[in-house]
């Protein structure tokens, strides 16, 4: 399934409504959900004809309108002010799930209007459920660049109303902020006030929904193109050891509060668990400081553009200040973003030199597209081509491989093998190795690369082996 939420902020607009139309074409959407389209109900059906949908929907108040592809079966369950609730059934697969259009009020009295028939819904909630649109209330600090400090209240409504439900955040990719007050200098203000909640039933249905913050132009919001998949398998991803982390003050700290075990036992048992207990502290602090990266350069280029236009029309020292601050965060951030791809990448023989993101992408992208296994072969010689499939095929051949049917008894083969190692080399090979040697190999290990499946590179074991 494939969807956009988008606050046009009037449809009537061309730019707005050609936009629209395009989107669709390109991503050929199941549902669209618009909020403050036209006022006049009348051009619902107009609208719904040109961007090519046989179902359409709009809420009591007309502020928000929704269009249903011919292959769903819908029935509404709520229509109120500010949302618009309905069942949809995929009459191939029979598949159905509930999806809730949300356009809030700005008052947070108001509000609580919606939160109460969210708190009702969820109730005897057990379909899958998305609920997504315009909320005009951020979750998060972090939301909000500009303007006056954030109503705790409000967000604590807001929260308590998401977690009450049981409903996730979907998470994004691209700009953290969904809309932009038009303004620069002192009055800039981004917000994120539109998102895409979803209940665990939902996720399950779609193990691999994305959601894209796409550019504001024809709005002063961004569009949500939601993508979701039923016959994708979600990869969990492993641990990997990011080497600019070891430039930040706090990381050895991080490190050494960590490192340390309560109880004794076996030199590689803990060795193993204090690198358990490492990656799970890590994950979490780089999750606090640094964040998503690519979505922060994302959001501080929107931020950077508004304020190098201030700047232009207005050339004063406080707003050149500004404009530095922003341009600095943004440099610091690129410059992690190309550390990341170039130990992706992972060219040891690379100089430091410009930014070479692209060039490091196109080679991790190079080498993930030789690393596809597209189709497999099997016992028989048919060709495999089903994800599912492949992957038994390849646990019956492994099983085969390493299972004995029968345990040999005769070992007399072993005596026409001819001795190539005499005593005194026998001795040496089986002699351990001295701390020194241990620690000469691991600190020649390469720092862009992991030397095992515990996911620390060189340069991390380097970092706190020297400390």
Same mark, same amino acid.
């Given at each position: ?22 989107? @669709?074409? @390109? $991503? $050929? ?25 046989? @179902? ?33 059934? %995929? !009459? ?32 005897? +909630? ?22 006056? #400090? ?52 939902? @996720?399950? !249905? ?26 994708? &398998? ?13 430039? $930040?003050? /706090? ?9 340390? &075990? ?7 048992? +803990? ?16 999750? %606090? /400081? ?24 207005? #050339? /004063? ?18 410059? &992690? ?9 992972? !060219? ?94 691991? !600190? ?17 074991? /380097? ?5």
């Amino acid at each position: 399934m494939n969807a956009i939420i988008w606050n046009v902020r009037s449809v009537n607009t061309k730019k707005a409504f050609e936009r629209l139309v395009n989107m @669709q074409r @390109q $991503h $050929h959407c199941q549902v669209i959900g618009i909020m403050e389209p036209m006022r006049d109900p009348r051009k619902l059906e107009r609208y719904r004809r040109k961007i090519g949908f046989v @179902q359409a929907f709009s809420n009591v108040s007309n502020k928000i309108w929704v269009f249903v592809d011919e292959d769903h079966g819908v029935d509404v369950l709520i229509n109120s002010e500010q949302q618009i609730t309905m069942k949809s059934t %995929n !009459m191939d697969t029979q598949n159905s799930y509930i999806i809730t259009i949300v356009y809030a009020k700005c008052d947070p009295i108001e509000r609580i209007e919606l939160w109460d028939s969210m708190y009702y819904l969820a109730r005897d +909630m057990t379909s899958p459920w998305l609920v997504a649109g315009d909320f005009n209330v951020i979750m998060d600090e972090e939301e909000k660049f500009g303007g006056l #400090p954030v109503s705790l209240n409000e967000v604590t409504d807001f929260r308590h109303c998401v977690n009450t439900c049981n409903l996730t955040d979907l998470g994004f990719k691209g700009s953290i902020f969904t809309w932009w007050n038009g303004r620069a200098g002192e009055d800039c203000i981004f917000k994120r006030l539109d998102r895409c909640l979803a209940n665990i039933e939902f @996720q399950e !249905m779609f193990p691999t929904i994305e959601v894209n913050h796409l550019s504001k132009t024809g709005s002063d919001h961004s569009p949500l193109f939601l993508t979701c998949k039923t016959d994708a &398998i979600p990869i969990k991803k492993a641990f990997k050891f990011l080497n600019f982390w070891i430039k $930040h003050p /706090t990381f050895k700290t991080v490190v050494k509060d960590n490192w340390r &075990i309560d109880f004794s036992g076996d030199p590689f048992y +803990m060795f193993n668990q204090k690198l358990k207990k490492l990656k799970k502290a890590l994950s979490a602090w780089s999750r %606090n /400081t640094y964040g998503d990266i690519f979505q922060k350069i994302a959001s501080l280029e929107e931020v950077v553009i508004v304020h190098e236009a201030e700047f232009e029309r207005n #050339p /004063t020292l406080q707003s050149r200040q500004r404009l530095q601050k922003v341009q600095a965060d943004l440099i610091r951030y690129l410059t &992690i973003e190309e550390e990341f791809w170039k130990q992706k990448a992972g !060219m040891n023989w690379f100089q430091d030199g410009d930014r070479n993101t692209k060039f490091f992408h196109a080679q991790v992208n190079g080498r993930r597209k030789r690393l596809q296994l597209n189709r497999i072969k099997d016992a028989d010689g048919n060709w495999l081509e089903d994800n599912a499939d492949m992957a038994d095929e390849a646990v019956r051949f492994f099983q085969n491989q390493f299972h004995e049917s029968t345990i040999p008894t005769n070992f007399r083969i072993l005596e026409y093998v001819p001795t190539l190692v005499d005593s005194v080399q026998n001795t040496k090979l089986i002699q351990q190795p001295t701390e020194e040697e241990i620690k000469y190999a691991v !600190m020649g290990l390469s720092g862009e690369s992991a030397g095992g499946p515990d996911g620390f590179t060189g340069a991390s074991i /380097t970092a706190v082996g020297h400390n």
